[in-house]
């Protein structure tokens, strides 16, 4: 508890547990009055309260500006997905603590033909490595990058390795490195690119009911040796009417109940299963109040978010 404290205040606590202990004086010191020490037991609450309320005061500042934190983070992400024929798109998170290292984001990239107005729609969710304020700060970044890279020309695999080596300049020598998935849907041809940097392999539902998860890409973004560049293949897919794409990070299936049992991969498939040929934000809110009635009351120690593509026609 010493070290948390300033040099100011540790020497303010030290003395009131020195005043605390001070009735010892009466074994050693027979003549010490009961005044004396009753004295001693006042200044040592006195110098506590001071002491407290400095710790409290401090608190409520930490907790204002993580709150202005957590404003800051909901104008970085898109508050309502991009309106495009033929596409459903519903995302959420919810972070464990007052903000949080989890990132979505849906976004037209500039077109590659002449003449058109919007390229293929990127989607993005990421997960950055760490909780609170580190991994929100990290997460800020991440979510320039995309942005900024994102915005100019290029196809997604480039897109990617920029991202890697933007993410290795800025993880710690690899401690704060990040799960990503990004994805291009082409809203005309209905091809989903993508590349899965270590993260939660996305289930892609078909109208059929067969299951496709979709692995393939690399290691994490932000974990290359230096000087190194990371290899991501590209996995492609056609997507058809009724196809539902579900991107989550690991809070969401690693969610855990009182007795601590993991929400699981195989219960939000069953969950999936069951409720198809609903909207996709019907589909978003149904594994939402899923996870919530597993949990319970017991408080997460990872954020949820949880991104749903449905292909209506």
């Not at 401690?175 to 289930?203: C, Q, V």
């Not at 198809?276 to 009635?293: K, M, Y």
């Not at 997460?300 to 593509?309: G, R, S, W, Y």
């Amino acid at each position: 508890m010493l070290m948390k404290l300033s040099p100011a205040r540790r020497v303010l606590l030290l003395l009131a547990v020195g005043l605390f202990v001070a009735p010892i004086l009466a074994i050693i010191l027979p003549s010490a009055q009961s005044r004396d020490l009753d004295g001693f037991f006042q200044f040592s609450a006195i110098a506590l309260f001071i002491l407290l309320v400095l710790e409290l005061a401090d608190r409520v500042t930490m907790k204002r500006d993580l709150e202005i934190a957590r404003e800051i983070q909901t104008w970085l992400v898109p508050r309502h997905p991009p309106q495009i024929p033929g596409i459903e798109i519903a995302f959420a998170t919810q972070p464990a603590n007052t903000v949080a290292g989890d990132f979505y984001d849906a976004f037209f990239r500039p077109s590659a033909s002449p003449g058109v107005e919007s390229g293929p729609l990127l989607v993005a969710v990421a997960d950055v490595a760490g909780k609170s304020v580190p991994a929100a700060l990290l997460m800020a970044t991440f979510q320039a990058g995309l942005r900024t890279l994102g915005s100019a020309p290029g196809s997604l695999d480039e897109l990617v390795d920029r991202l890697d080596r933007y993410a290795c300049a800025h993880s710690l020598g690899g401690l704060r490195f990040t799960t990503a998935f990004i994805a291009e849907i082409a809203p005309g041809a209905r091809r989903l690119t993508y590349i899965n940097a270590g993260h939660n392999a996305p289930i892609l539902l078909h109208e059929g009911g067969a299951q496709e998860r979709l692995e393939i890409g690399g290691i994490p973004l932000g974990i290359s040796l230096e000087g190194a560049s990371s290899h991501y293949d590209l996995g492609n897919v056609e997507l058809r009417a009724g196809d539902t794409l579900i991107i989550f990070t690991d809070g969401l299936v690693e969610a855990m109940d009182e007795k601590g049992e993991e929400y699981g991969e195989s219960r939000l498939v069953a969950l999936l299963n069951v409720g198809r040929g609903v909207t996709a934000e019907q589909i978003l809110q149904n594994i939402l109040a899923d996870v919530s009635n597993f949990v319970g009351f017991v408080r997460q120690h990872d954020d949820i978010t949880c991104m749903v593509a449905r292909i209506t026609a």
